[in-house]
Protein backbone atom coordinates (compact mmCIF):
# COMPACT_ATOMS: atom_id res chain seq x y z
CA UNK A 1 0.00 0.00 0.00
CA UNK A 2 1.16 3.55 -0.75
CA UNK A 3 2.54 6.03 2.38
CA UNK A 4 3.39 9.09 2.56
CA UNK A 5 5.65 10.83 4.93
CA UNK A 6 5.22 14.69 5.55
CA UNK A 7 8.19 16.49 7.28
CA UNK A 8 8.86 18.64 9.21
CA UNK A 9 6.09 16.87 11.81
CA UNK A 10 5.48 20.56 13.41
CA UNK A 11 6.75 23.84 12.64
CA UNK A 12 6.91 26.70 14.32
CA UNK A 13 7.83 30.43 12.23
CA UNK A 14 7.83 33.95 12.68
CA UNK A 15 5.14 36.16 11.50
CA UNK A 16 6.93 37.16 7.57
CA UNK A 17 9.08 33.91 7.19
CA UNK A 18 8.88 31.60 4.90
CA UNK A 19 8.49 27.75 5.02
CA UNK A 20 8.51 24.60 3.17
CA UNK A 21 6.37 21.41 4.01
CA UNK A 22 7.39 17.97 2.31
CA UNK A 23 5.57 15.28 1.54
CA UNK A 24 7.66 12.29 0.19
CA UNK A 25 6.08 8.70 -1.19
CA UNK A 26 6.77 5.36 -1.25
CA UNK A 27 5.19 4.93 -4.47
CA UNK A 28 4.85 6.98 -7.84
CA UNK A 29 1.80 9.98 -7.09
CA UNK A 30 -1.15 9.78 -9.63
CA UNK A 31 -3.00 12.73 -8.12
CA UNK A 32 -1.70 14.54 -5.48
CA UNK A 33 -3.39 16.66 -3.18
CA UNK A 34 -2.92 19.70 -0.33
CA UNK A 35 -5.38 20.31 2.40
CA UNK A 36 -5.13 22.46 5.33
CA UNK A 37 -7.01 21.64 8.12
CA UNK A 38 -7.82 23.90 11.80
CA UNK A 39 -7.09 21.74 14.87
CA UNK A 40 -10.22 19.37 15.33
CA UNK A 41 -12.35 20.55 11.97
CA UNK A 42 -12.55 19.04 8.57
CA UNK A 43 -10.49 20.02 5.62
CA UNK A 44 -10.31 22.54 3.32
CA UNK A 45 -8.69 21.99 -0.44
CA UNK A 46 -5.92 23.84 -1.27
CA UNK A 47 -3.95 22.17 -4.74
CA UNK A 48 -3.81 19.26 -6.59
CA UNK A 49 -0.68 18.34 -8.68
CA UNK A 50 -0.86 15.56 -11.00
CA UNK A 51 2.15 15.97 -13.84
CA UNK A 52 5.72 15.67 -13.15
CA UNK A 53 7.34 19.16 -12.52
CA UNK A 54 4.33 20.64 -12.04
CA UNK A 55 3.86 23.56 -10.29
CA UNK A 56 0.89 25.21 -9.09
CA UNK A 57 0.41 28.72 -6.99
CA UNK A 58 -2.60 30.31 -5.10
CA UNK A 59 -1.77 33.74 -3.08
CA UNK A 60 1.15 33.10 -1.25
CA UNK A 61 1.40 29.41 -1.59
CA UNK A 62 3.05 26.92 -4.30
CA UNK A 63 2.70 23.25 -4.22
CA UNK A 64 5.06 21.63 -6.94
CA UNK A 65 5.45 17.94 -7.82
CA UNK A 66 9.28 16.61 -8.59
CA UNK A 67 10.00 15.54 -12.06
CA UNK A 68 9.76 11.44 -11.02
CA UNK A 69 6.40 11.75 -8.93
CA UNK A 70 7.24 10.62 -5.57
CA UNK A 71 7.59 14.39 -4.00
CA UNK A 72 5.82 17.17 -3.54
CA UNK A 73 6.64 20.34 -1.71
CA UNK A 74 4.54 23.08 0.04
CA UNK A 75 6.34 26.52 0.34
CA UNK A 76 4.47 29.68 2.22
CA UNK A 77 6.04 33.11 1.79
CA UNK A 78 5.55 35.41 4.09
CA UNK A 79 3.83 33.65 6.47
CA UNK A 80 0.93 34.81 8.39
CA UNK A 81 -1.03 34.10 11.37
CA UNK A 82 -4.10 33.24 9.38
CA UNK A 83 -1.89 30.22 7.82
CA UNK A 84 -1.35 27.94 10.76
CA UNK A 85 -2.80 24.64 10.99
CA UNK A 86 -2.44 21.40 9.95
CA UNK A 87 -1.51 20.53 6.42
CA UNK A 88 -1.72 16.98 4.86
CA UNK A 89 -1.07 15.91 1.60
CA UNK A 90 -3.27 13.08 -0.04
CA UNK A 91 -2.56 10.68 -2.78
CA UNK A 92 -4.85 9.46 -5.13
CA UNK A 93 -5.10 5.51 -5.13
CA UNK A 94 -4.14 4.00 -8.52
CA UNK A 95 -6.35 2.02 -10.83
CA UNK A 96 -9.35 3.04 -8.69
CA UNK A 97 -10.85 5.13 -11.41
CA UNK A 98 -11.75 7.89 -8.51
CA UNK A 99 -10.24 10.58 -6.27
CA UNK A 100 -11.89 9.56 -3.17
CA UNK A 101 -9.91 7.25 -1.94
CA UNK A 102 -7.37 9.00 -0.75
CA UNK A 103 -4.84 8.03 1.19
CA UNK A 104 -3.04 11.40 3.83
CA UNK A 105 0.39 11.79 5.30
CA UNK A 106 1.53 12.17 8.62
CA UNK A 107 0.70 15.88 8.73
CA UNK A 108 2.59 18.73 9.67
CA UNK A 109 1.57 21.31 12.49
CA UNK A 110 2.33 25.04 11.41
CA UNK A 111 3.03 27.53 14.29
CA UNK A 112 3.36 31.16 13.10
CA UNK A 113 4.13 33.37 16.27
CA UNK A 114 3.79 37.17 16.12
CA UNK B 1 -24.53 25.93 -2.75
CA UNK B 2 -24.16 24.90 1.35
CA UNK B 3 -21.22 23.14 2.52
CA UNK B 4 -21.36 19.09 3.28
CA UNK B 5 -23.23 18.88 6.64
CA UNK B 6 -22.37 16.14 9.24
CA UNK B 7 -24.13 15.53 12.48
CA UNK B 8 -24.14 15.48 15.02
CA UNK B 9 -21.11 17.60 15.59
CA UNK B 10 -20.02 16.03 19.04
CA UNK B 11 -21.11 12.18 20.53
CA UNK B 12 -20.37 10.55 23.64
CA UNK B 13 -20.94 6.65 24.13
CA UNK B 14 -19.73 4.06 26.27
CA UNK B 15 -18.19 0.63 25.08
CA UNK B 16 -20.72 -1.56 23.36
CA UNK B 17 -23.11 0.63 22.41
CA UNK B 18 -23.25 1.86 18.78
CA UNK B 19 -23.59 5.22 16.96
CA UNK B 20 -25.29 6.32 13.51
CA UNK B 21 -23.30 9.26 12.15
CA UNK B 22 -24.94 10.96 8.86
CA UNK B 23 -23.39 12.93 6.55
CA UNK B 24 -25.90 15.47 3.75
CA UNK B 25 -23.30 16.32 0.62
CA UNK B 26 -22.66 18.86 -1.37
CA UNK B 27 -26.45 19.55 -3.58
CA UNK B 28 -25.26 17.89 -6.89
CA UNK B 29 -22.26 15.20 -5.67
CA UNK B 30 -23.26 11.52 -5.67
CA UNK B 31 -19.76 10.65 -3.94
CA UNK B 32 -19.39 10.32 -0.37
CA UNK B 33 -16.43 9.12 1.47
CA UNK B 34 -15.70 8.72 5.51
CA UNK B 35 -12.39 8.91 7.04
CA UNK B 36 -11.52 8.37 10.34
CA UNK B 37 -8.93 10.83 12.13
CA UNK B 38 -7.00 10.52 15.35
CA UNK B 39 -4.04 11.24 16.62
CA UNK B 40 -2.01 7.95 16.56
CA UNK B 41 -3.29 6.55 12.72
CA UNK B 42 -3.67 9.98 11.56
CA UNK B 43 -6.44 10.21 8.70
CA UNK B 44 -7.53 6.79 7.36
CA UNK B 45 -10.27 6.29 4.39
CA UNK B 46 -13.43 3.94 5.01
CA UNK B 47 -15.15 3.84 2.63
CA UNK B 48 -16.99 5.42 -0.18
CA UNK B 49 -20.53 5.14 -1.33
CA UNK B 50 -21.07 6.63 -5.24
CA UNK B 51 -25.24 6.28 -5.88
CA UNK B 52 -26.21 4.29 -3.40
CA UNK B 53 -23.57 0.98 -3.90
CA UNK B 54 -20.33 1.20 -2.09
CA UNK B 55 -17.49 1.90 -4.29
CA UNK B 56 -14.16 2.04 -2.30
CA UNK B 57 -13.60 0.41 1.19
CA UNK B 58 -10.33 0.79 3.78
CA UNK B 59 -8.58 -1.99 6.27
CA UNK B 60 -11.60 -1.47 8.94
CA UNK B 61 -13.29 -4.06 10.35
CA UNK B 62 -17.02 -4.96 9.96
CA UNK B 63 -18.28 -3.57 12.53
CA UNK B 64 -17.90 0.04 10.86
CA UNK B 65 -20.60 -0.02 7.99
CA UNK B 66 -22.47 2.69 5.83
CA UNK B 67 -24.96 3.06 3.36
CA UNK B 68 -26.55 6.22 0.93
CA UNK B 69 -29.83 7.09 0.16
CA UNK B 70 -31.53 7.86 -3.31
CA UNK B 71 -30.69 11.61 -2.24
CA UNK B 72 -27.41 10.94 -1.57
CA UNK B 73 -27.24 11.80 1.61
CA UNK B 74 -25.07 8.93 3.37
CA UNK B 75 -24.94 7.73 7.20
CA UNK B 76 -22.04 5.21 8.61
CA UNK B 77 -22.57 3.11 11.49
CA UNK B 78 -20.47 1.57 14.24
CA UNK B 79 -21.37 -1.25 16.08
CA UNK B 80 -20.03 -2.80 19.39
CA UNK B 81 -18.32 0.64 20.40
CA UNK B 82 -14.51 0.61 22.01
CA UNK B 83 -12.40 2.43 23.43
CA UNK B 84 -10.06 3.42 20.28
CA UNK B 85 -13.00 4.32 17.91
CA UNK B 86 -12.64 7.74 19.87
CA UNK B 87 -11.85 9.76 16.96
CA UNK B 88 -12.87 12.18 14.34
CA UNK B 89 -14.81 11.08 11.89
CA UNK B 90 -15.27 12.93 8.45
CA UNK B 91 -16.97 12.90 5.30
CA UNK B 92 -16.15 14.24 1.96
CA UNK B 93 -18.37 14.58 -0.88
CA UNK B 94 -16.71 14.78 -4.58
CA UNK B 95 -18.28 15.53 -8.00
CA UNK B 96 -16.51 16.11 -11.30
CA UNK B 97 -14.75 18.93 -10.43
CA UNK B 98 -11.52 20.43 -12.28
CA UNK B 99 -9.25 19.28 -9.57
CA UNK B 100 -11.60 15.93 -8.68
CA UNK B 101 -10.96 17.59 -5.26
CA UNK B 102 -13.15 16.07 -2.44
CA UNK B 103 -14.78 18.77 0.10
CA UNK B 104 -14.94 18.30 3.50
CA UNK B 105 -17.69 18.17 6.38
CA UNK B 106 -16.24 19.85 9.60
CA UNK B 107 -16.38 16.26 11.32
CA UNK B 108 -18.25 14.61 13.79
CA UNK B 109 -15.99 13.81 16.93
CA UNK B 110 -17.04 10.77 18.65
CA UNK B 111 -16.04 9.62 22.26
CA UNK B 112 -16.01 6.63 23.89
CA UNK B 113 -15.93 5.84 27.74
Known amino acids: SQELEQSPQSLIVQEGKNLTINCTSS?????LYWYKQKYGEGLIFLMM?????EEKSHEKITAKLDEKKQQSSLHITASQPSHAGIYLC??????????????FGTGTRLQVTL | KAGVTQTPRYLIKTRGQQVTLSCSPI?????VSWYQQTPGQGLQFLFE???????NKGNFPGRFSGRQFSNSRSEMNVSTLELGDSALYLC????????????FGPGTRLTVL
Open chain 2, 92 to 103: ASRDRGPYNEQF
Open chain 1, 27 to 31: KTLYG
Open chain 1, 49 to 53: LQKGG
Open chain 1, 90 to 103: GADAPNTGTASKLT
Open chain 2, 27 to 31: SGHRS
Open chain 2, 49 to 55: YFSETQR
